[in-house]
């Protein structure tokens, strides 16, 4: 078992659950951004997770598993941008209303992006949790080498 590469993994972990967290703050921060008549509405954002260095089209065998290469390095995270979705709320004397009365918002939902940065920040703290257990095996590998 290579402890170094389990680490490694969890980094991956944390980083990605890093950025799903900044996505669902800057969706929070433009909820209620009203944009302009025949403008545009700000876009949302979202964090698409995918793994990466797997071995393709093998199966681990023992002997992969006990060399350390079992194909398994972490995850990649890439920021996606949706396409601009509005929602219209009417408000007559609002200064971005239209001509009658209704005012465009990103179709963001508050709520939504709040259970996102829940997800976020359990995952991110499951990800510290495996770090720090490898860390401390590390250690006592090490307290057991020296006696």
Do not use: C, W
Not at 52 to 66: G, S, V
Request: zero cysteines; glycine letters at 6%.
């Amino acid at each position: 078992m290579n402890l170094f590469a389990s680490m490694a993994v969890s980094a991956t972990g944390m980083s990605a659950e890093q950025r799903r967290m900044e996505a669902a703050a800057q969706n929070i921060a433009v909820v209620h951004v009203a944009a302009k008549p025949g403008q545009e509405s700000v876009q949302s954002r979202h964090v698409r997770v995918s793994e990466f260095n797997t071995i393709p089209d093998e199966d681990p065998t023992f002997q992969m598993l006990m060399s350390g290469n079992d194909g398994m390095r972490g995850v990649a995270a890439e920021t996606m941008v949706t396409p601009a979705q509005h929602r219209l709320k009417y408000e007559p004397g609002h200064p971005l209303a239209d001509e009658n009365g209704m005012v465009s918002y990103p179709d963001i939902s508050f709520l939504d992006e709040m259970v996102n940065m829940m997800g976020a920040q359990r995952a991110f703290d499951a990800n510290v949790t495996a770090y720090m257990e490898a860390r401390t095996m590390l250690q006592k590998a090490l307290e057991i080498g020296r006696a």
